[in-house]
């Protein structure tokens, strides 16, 4: 029986430890959900200070039209001249000035003419003697009230200069046979000692470009036995010939120079 009793007792001092502590714990987190509340609504309205509210208005969609220039300003409409004002020159009778003599007039009178020539320019024939404000100047005159102009001064135009002449042509080639008659200087070809010693001799003839001052500025044969043909085309270098004039003017000569190799006994 006292066994029971003592368990009973140490039974009830657990469950009284175990409910003050789960209390206390219960506690202890409530305090610390409050404190945590307040301090995250205090950091919250100083995060609302900081914020910038905005209000933002949304517009319709407006169409854009581009600007226009500005439409020039109509011109006023200029009163059309009359024919007190006209430009064009008018003329009583139709009659040529003094500076046409070749046109014989229709009547010849020894009183002078009052009526005024045409204007070089031409006018119109209305039966009375009228110039423009723009031909009637300063230098005109009142004819028998009309407006005429005094004689101005005669200019002679000198011919024109001759044209520059023409620039020479360039010279001409002339194509001649032989020109050996032709040549200043003509000299001799030696005779190859390979050609002597094998008896070769013969007619070689080389054909030739004679310049504007008679010398021989290209040279080739055209026939001859090889052997002598070297010695023929040395020579025909050497050569010199007489300018050849052509309507007086010196042309260049295409020509041919024989040489006649024979062997002597």
Do not use: C, W
């Not at 959900?33 to 905005?54: H, P």
């Not at 969609?61 to 500005?70: K, L, M, W």
């Not at 139709?94 to 204007?119: C, F, Q, R, T, W």
Request: charge should be positive; glycine fraction near 6%.
């Amino acid at each position: 029986m006292f066994n029971n009793l003592i368990e009973s007792t140490s039974h009830a001092k657990e469950f009284k430890r175990r409910g003050s502590f789960l209390l206390f714990t219960s506690a202890t987190y409530v305090v610390l959900f409050v404190i945590t509340g307040v301090i995250s609504i205090y950091a919250y309205e100083a995060r609302l200070e900081e914020q910038t509210l905005e209000i933002v208005t949304l517009l319709p969609p407006q169409e854009i039209v581009p600007d226009r220039q500005p439409e020039p300003a109509e011109r006023p409409n200029r009163p059309r001249e009359t024919s007190n004002t006209s430009r064009v020159p008018e003329r009583a009778i139709p009659m040529l000035g003094v500076d046409h003599p070749e046109i014989v007039p229709e009547k010849v009178s020894a009183a002078p003419n009052k009526n005024l020539p045409l204007p070089p320019g031409g006018a119109i024939i209305t039966g009375r003697d009228f110039n423009p404000e723009s031909i009637a100047g300063p230098g005109s005159q009142s004819v028998g009230g009309r407006e005429g102009f005094q004689p101005r001064q005669v200019v002679t135009i000198s011919d024109p200069p001759p044209p520059p002449p023409d620039p020479p042509k360039p010279p001409k080639i002339v194509s001649k046979g032989v020109i050996n008659g032709n040549a200043i200087s003509l000299p001799r070809p030696v005779y190859p000692e390979v050609a002597k010693k094998i008896h070769v001799q013969g007619t070689v003839s080389v054909q030739v470009l004679v310049d504007l001052d008679g010398r021989v500025v290209s040279a080739k044969a055209v026939n001859g036995h090889p052997f002598l043909i070297p010695a023929a085309v040395k020579a025909a270098l050497q050569a010199r010939f007489s300018p050849t004039l052509l309507s007086d003017q010196p042309v260049k000569v295409s020509g041919v120079i024989t040489y006649n190799f024979v062997l002597s006994n």
